[in-house]
């Protein structure tokens, strides 16, 4: 019998009735996520354990390489079976790690394998687990299906075609997958050779020639058209920190205009061109209704060498630590000075900035819905249980945990829907502990569970309005 066993993280017997009664079934909104839309139109059948598992994970590439393996298990062309043997040897010596949690845990759900994974186990547990995934109830959709998954809002570039996205809903399988407008790509302006083409894509796809500020304004707006067509309601932004400079007009026309031309950018244009959009972007999210994301905190790439060998999200980035609050607060009261501040939701990366973004969210809630803007919930590093216990008490000190819209996946592998029974459990397991110590009332108990429901559940979908 496994550790995680039906009371896993469970200490006390509210924390288990919470759970059991009120967390464990409700459906699950993945507000934000890396999936590929193609696999779900696809419905992708994986060939083996190996493929659903450890292709693009770059949280188990990093914990391999930490434990001596080769490149060639992580991201190179080994066996798919010696890479799962080599990932099978790397998780002993992930324990305490939340690698060790979720590995058990995905292992439990869907396949109901309640074996510890170790070299011991290694070939027992694939061969179980790839006979499994030829079965029709483990392509994507049945995984889907088996996971409670009632909404899932993948991330998506403005030149994209959501064609995927259009087959998924012609399909009507009975989960809404959505589209997430992501427009890093249009701020790149300091590396030529990444923006001037991207400004190629867009006009491809927009139909508009783009020889201007305005009229790079203007294709984006028809693609934020597009994708509020094919049922998109949220943007996401993956930034260091916020741009909030100063800016004129005129100055963006005249950056832009040096941009196209080739000519050299100082890095206070740059940060002044990004402030514009950024700007720009979020009055487009408000004109229509949607919810924007700040990803705020990560020191991307920092291996120069691999980043070249590898590319990027392949497992190189850490914390950052960036001057944050101020041109936070610029940058939204700018917006919330001509009442145009949409839903918004922060994360950080950095957690010894969490009482600074739950601070910050109070001051731009202004009574016209409950929560307007949120402190997102614990992001990529602090996605185990010390950062989630750590992002929900400096909510719940500074502001209303009730009104929290919970858990994201945040992730490319169909098999991390675990990481929101995680969340649940120790969601459940804090509140639980505050009733048996006295500090919240035993006698609210149906409150309490409904709150619980609220977090894991409805406070999204009134949120988005799913």
Known sequence: MSFIDENFLLQTKTAQRLYHEHAKNMPIIDYHCHLSPEDIANNRQFKNLTEIWLEGDHYKWRAMRTNGIAEKYCTGN?????????????????MRNPLYHWTHMELKRPFGIDKVLKPETAREIYDDCTSMLQSEDFRVRGILRQMNVSVICTTDDPVDSLEHHQKIKADDFGIKVLPTYRADKVMAIEDAAVFLPYLQKLEQVSGISIGNFQQLLDALQQRHDFFHAQGCRLSDHGL??????????????????????KQAISQEEVLKFKSAMLVHLALMDHAKGWTQQFHLGALRNNNTRLMRELGADTGFDSIGDFDVARPLSRFMAKLDNSNQLAKTILYNLNPSQNELYATMIGNFNDGSMPGKIQYGSAWWFLDQKDGMEKQMNALSNMGLLSRFVGMLTDSRSFLSYPRHEYFRRILCNLIGNDVENGELPASEMEWLGQMVENICYYNAKSYFDF
């Open 78 to 94: 080994a066996d798919a079976y010696e890479k799962f043997e080599k990932w099978a040897e790397t998780v002993p010596y992930t």
């Open 240 to 261: 260091e920190t916020i741009y909030a400079e100063n800016y004129s007009d005129e100055e963006i026309r005249s950056i832009f205009e040096k941009a196209l031309n």
